[in-house]
């Protein structure tokens, strides 16, 4: 947030190097064991879900379905993380 407020100010900010992403693939046990409901206490005590379907994770607030995580691919999205997009 201190980052936001300098850009909206029009003061100089520090940018983070590139990552170099490495894709990974995480298997079903793996995710299965993220099936747990996580309180965000920073947020309000923000009650997220996450569960596992279609092989991919999915996160509920209130039994809605806000977001669906997939699975890291062989061929990352992010072919070159220094090339400009």
């Known amino acids: 947030m201190k980052d936001l407020a300098k850009i909206v100010d029009g003061k100089p900010v520090d940018i983070p190097k590139a990552f170099n992403w490495a ?3 995480l298997s079903l046990d793996l995710l299965a064991r ?3 409901k996580y309180f965000l206490h920073d947020l309000g005590n ?3 879900t996450f569960d596992v379907k279609d092989e ?3 996160v509920y607030r209130a039994y809605e379905l806000i977001d669906t995580l997939k699975r890291e691919l062989e061929n990352p999205f992010f072919r070159d993380p220094k090339k400009a997009e």
């Open 23 to 25: 894709a990974i693939v």
């Open 34 to 36: 993220s099936k747990k």
């Open 46 to 48: 923000l009650a997220l």
């Open 56 to 58: 991919n994770l999915v």
